[in-house]
Structures are given as structure tokens and as C-alpha cells.
């Protein structure tokens, strides 16, 4: 599989800057039960009492409260279920999260339809006051994450499933159904490059070098925009991805969009070794395009590591020490395009 980059400057870009939820924010066990009656009742799977046996809380939440509840519908066996909750914030992160109610919508209206390993979706609840949405998935008992895996393959297997789902994805982009997708134009790109500017500058970090930078961004902004547009995840990070007997199962799909495949990419391989990276781009590539590839899909992906650090140096979530690791990134790849 390659080595990761250890050095300080490379591990803490891949942390991130959401606020772990509380278990306060978890409905107690009579709206759990009436939500979850709600939802088996509409997939028309409710034929006997519901007993709810066992909550445990998911150690992984970030972003939203979430739980793996295990049940039992009348004589039937028990069941585990994955529930994402959301909660009264503000994430939507300029376009690029939509929260959980949106990340109902993409398992319903598009990872159902793929043939493609992918968690099962039960349903999705709204709260009777309008406010809050459930995401109610099967639980892939047994999976665990990347982070955590000794899979050698991982790497590669995670960016040929990629390749697929992009492939499947590209020719679904001006599907009526996906119309409420998130979009990456060229005006979302530039939001991150001038807020980048503005809370660096409020940071009092000395960076004159990144002002070359963010002059010259229309080049790659242009081949963020210009190069084969499909869906992608918008933070596939291995942390959100899971093995299980060997199968590759993105989660967390909240900030699905349409935009450069490259984005994901070039999160999957943050913080890797070019060894791995090659690796990943030559697996990413056979499961694609098969035949032809485009040009310079290196090019590509140095644009996409490049909104990548804008992308999270323009969140005001972010610290200063996380800050210091972006920027670092940010003035080697922009090396690496030439930008300075």
C-alpha cells in the first residue's frame, strides 16, 4: 500500500474542524421508537410490535449525533441499524455540506439506483415539529475504517471504487432527479480563495507568497471546472470510508456533489507517499476510463489539492495550528502547478 507522510505539517490536514456532537442531541426512546415505527411503516417492513433492545453510541460521530440501535419487529430477528441525526447548526459550509435531509436524498435518489457496494438505506424520518431529519441505514456489522484496517489493497481498492461510482456518475449529472445537487462553479472556488484571505490575514500569518497564489487561481479554476464533471463524495478521506469482508463502503455523504472527480482523489491520497499516490491514480484510472483517459489527469489533480487547502483554510472552524499544516500544502502544490 505505500507509506503516509508522517512529518507534522502533513498529518494535521487531515483533521478536522468539526465539534463532536453530545449525546443530549439523541432522541430519547419514545421518539426514537415512534420515529422509527414511522420509518418501517413507509418501507412497509412494520408487521409486529417494535422492541428496541440496545443503543450504543458510534464513537466515530463528527459533524452529527448518530447511534447504531439494535431492534426486533414482532418474532422477527434482531436487527442493527446505523441512525444519523441532525441538529440545530448551521454546516451547510458555503454549498459544500448539505446535512443530513440532503444526504437522505442521495442515498435515495442515487446510490440506490448503482450497482455498487453501498450501505443499504432503511429510510429517513422528519420530526413532526419540521426541524430535524433521521438518516436510518442497515449497520455494516463488521466494517471498520480505513484508518484502522492492515489491508494492504485498501488504498487502491478505495480509488477504484471511486473510478466506478464516477464512471457510473458522469452520465447521470443533467438527471432531473439529482437536480438538488450541490454544483461546484466558479464562483464556489473563488468563496474559498477570498475567505482563505481574509481569516489569514485576520490570523496575522505573514504569507506574501499566498497572495501570488490566490492572482493566478483562474488557471486552476478553469481546469477544475473544464475537465469531466461526474458526482463525487466531496470528502473522501479514509475516514469515511469503511471495509467490510474486503468490500470498500463510503460514508458520510452529506457533501455529495458535482464537480472534478479529482477532488476526491486528491483526498483519498492527502498525506500518502507518491508511491501510493501513483498507485491510487493508475487503480483510479483502469476503473474510469478503461480505454482512454484524458490529458493530464496529473494536472488535475495538483488543481484539486489546491482547492482541497483552500477549501478547509476558508472554514472559520479551523485553528491556527491546522491552518499552518494547509498552508504548508497549499505552497507545495502550488509549486507543483507552477503558481509560484
Not at 445537487?181 to 504569507?207: C, F, H, I, K, P
Not at 472527480?261 to 493508475?282: F, K
Request: hydrophobic letters at 35%.
Amino acid at each position: 500500500m505505500g507509506a503516509r507522510v508522517s512529518d507534522a505539517g502533513k498529518s494535521v490536514r487531515n483533521m478536522s474542524v468539526d465539534s463532536p456532537p453530545v449525546m443530549s442531541e439523541l432522541p430519547d426512546n419514545d421518539c426514537l421508537r415512534a420515529g422509527l415505527e414511522s420509518v418501517l411503516q413507509h418501507k412497509g417492513s412494520l408487521d409486529g410490535e417494535l422492541v428496541i433492545l440496545d443503543r450504543q453510541k458510534n464513537t466515530y460521530s463528527s459533524t452529527f449525533p448518530s447511534e447504531i440501535v439494535t431492534c426486533r419487529v414482532g418474532s422477527g430477528p434482531a436487527v442493527r441499524l446505523f441512525f444519523k441525526y441532525s441538529a440545530d447548526r448551521d454546516n451547510e459550509a458555503y454549498g459544500h455540506r448539505g446535512g443530513v435531509g440532503y444526504e437522505a436524498k442521495v442515498y435515495g435518489q442515487l446510490l440506490g439506483s448503482l450497482d455498487i457496494s453501498i450501505a443499504n438505506l432503511c429510510g429517513s424520518y422528519r420530526s413532526p415539529d419540521g426541524i430535524n431529519t433521521w438518516l436510518v441505514l442497515d449497520y455494516l456489522d463488521g466494517g471498520i475504517r480505513m484508518t484502522e484496517t492492515i489491508d494492504p489493497e485498501a488504498m487502491a481498492k478505495a480509488a477504484r471504487w471511486m473510478g466506478q461510482f464516477h464512471a457510473f456518475c458522469s452520465t447521470r449529472i443533467s438527471n432531473p432527479a439529482l437536480s438538488f445537487l450541490n454544483s461546484y462553479s466558479q464562483e464556489y472556488y473563488r468563496g474559498w480563495v477570498r475567505r482563505t484571505q481574509q481569516l489569514v490575514r485576520q490570523a496575522g500569518v505573514d504569507t506574501g507568497w499566498l497572495q501570488a497564489v490566490c492572482s493566478r487561481i483562474d488557471p486552476v479554476i478553469e481546469v477544475l471546472c473544464e475537465s469531466p464533471l461526474t458526482i463525487i463524495h466531496g470528502e473522501y478521506y479514509p475516514k469515511n470510508i469503511l471495509l467490510q469482508h474486503g468490500l470498500i463502503y463510503p460514508v458520510d455523504w452529506e457533501s455529495t456533489a458535482i464537480g472534478n472527480g479529482m477532488i476526491d482523489l486528491a483526498m483519498l491520497t492527502e498525506g500518502w507517499s507518491p508511491e501510493t499516490t501513483r498507485e491510487c491514480m493508475q487503480a483510479y484510472q483502469r476503473s474510469r476510463w478503461p480505454e482512454t483517459a484524458p490529458d493530464d489527469p496529473v494536472k488535475s489533480l495538483h488543481a484539486a489539492r489546491i482547492y482541497v487547502q483552500f477549501r478547509w483554510l476558508g472554514d472559520q472552524r479551523a485553528r491556527l495550528p491546522e491552518r499552518a499544516g494547509y498552508l504548508e500544502a497549499l505552497r507545495e502544490h502550488a509549486e507543483e502547478m507552477g503558481l509560484i
